[in-house]
């Protein structure tokens, strides 16, 4: 059960990449081997350029064949599946293979079925927990893998648990450290609750706000989700078309817009998009909101992506960090 799984994370994920112009892959990716082979081309049999020990940063610079799971060794029933990427480390670039490099940012769920172990001793692990009606908080914690029993295979399989008594929100894996405490206004409400729409569609537009802990009285942004599109009726059915998921920054002037399509991008262009947020708040405490949207571009799952602030280049307001897939039944 738990290798059918495996092919179906790395089908669904080739197919992702097959149907985006531009998949998606963090810009910044830590190795997890204890050595890692850098190579002239995509390939294991490339000429060797150098080597990258467990721990070292890279730079991500492009993904051979638009991000093509492959398998390492084909001779080897048991060799990873992965991509070739190419990357830098300091003033060398080479092509890697991807399986043994993961993001300096990840966004975890416990109970979640781990399809490959993540690098615990490499990152700072984070909990959000709600602290009451109206707050939520992040707090550092150490996660450890469990297990679960599949209720079809009665199979035992890999799940991340953590040393706190509640359940978390989510858990977040950070290569640099992040202030914990006070992260943001939902506490125990949903985001319904929160005056916001969880599915988007066209039209909808509602504010998020990274919100303020008790003692704060500091005046933070506010940004705008507004959501464009319309839906013709083609035969019996309305098809969504120019759907764009937007933010606005209300304190700028002239108005700054952002399009968050582009990562949003459904597998089938000719399908409508599933896009819903989850939550909101300020998880990287630079006073500014952040995100986790989650969308169904492709048929083998789902896909829940963090967008923090603090991470945003000078023409955004939010920038994609890391993404957690969710398998299709």
């Not at 092919?7 to 910044?28: K, M, N, R, V």
């Not at 060794?73 to 190419?86: A, I, Q, R, V």
């Not at 006070?182 to 409400?189: D, E, I, L, V």
């Amino acid at each position: 059960m738990k290798h059918f799984l495996t092919l179906l994370l790395i089908s669904s994920l080739y197919l992702s990449a097959l149907a985006q112009s531009t998949p998606y892959f963090p810009e910044e990716l830590i190795v997890t081997a204890d050595n890692l082979n850098m190579r002239s081309a995509p390939g294991k049999n490339a000429t060797k350029t150098g080597s990258l020990i467990k721990g070292t940063v890279v730079q991500f610079l492009e993904a051979w064949n638009n991000g093509e799971y492959v398998q390492l060794d084909t001779t080897d029933e048991n060799s990873p599946f992965g991509p070739w990427l190419k990357v830098r480390s300091g003033n060398k670039t080479g092509w890697v293979f991807g399986s043994y490099l993961t993001g300096t940012t990840g966004l975890y769920y416990e109970e979640a079925i781990l399809f490959e172990e993540p690098a615990t001793e490499l990152f700072n692990w984070y909990g959000v927990y709600p602290r009451d009606s109206f707050a939520d908080e992040l707090r550092a914690v150490k996660v450890t893998k469990g297990k679960v029993t599949d209720e079809f295979s009665g199979q035992e399989l890999d799940v991340l648990k953590t040393d706190q008594e509640d359940a978390s929100k989510f858990l977040i894996a950070s290569r640099i450290p992040l202030k914990t405490g006070y992260c943001g206004p939902m506490g125990y409400m949903d985001v319904e609750q929160a005056g916001c729409v969880s599915m988007l569609s066209p039209g909808t537009q509602f504010a998020v706000y990274p919100g303020n802990d008790v003692s704060d009285t500091l005046i933070k942004p506010a940004y705008g989700i507004a959501v464009t599109g319309c839906a013709e009726l083609e035969g019996m059915i309305a098809v969504i078309k120019n759907f764009n998921v937007n933010i606005l920054d209300y304190a700028t002037e002239p108005l700054m817009v952002q399009n968050l399509t582009s990562w949003l991008t459904p597998e089938n262009p000719e399908e409508a998009p599933i896009v819903e947020m989850l939550w909101f708040g300020d998880v990287d405490r630079d006073n500014k909101p952040d995100i986790i949207f989650q969308d169904c571009p492709y048929a083998g799952g789902c896909r829940s992506s963090l967008y923090l602030s603090s991470r945003a280049k000078s023409d955004e307001l939010l920038h994609k960090v890391c993404e957690h897939f969710w398998p299709g039944e």
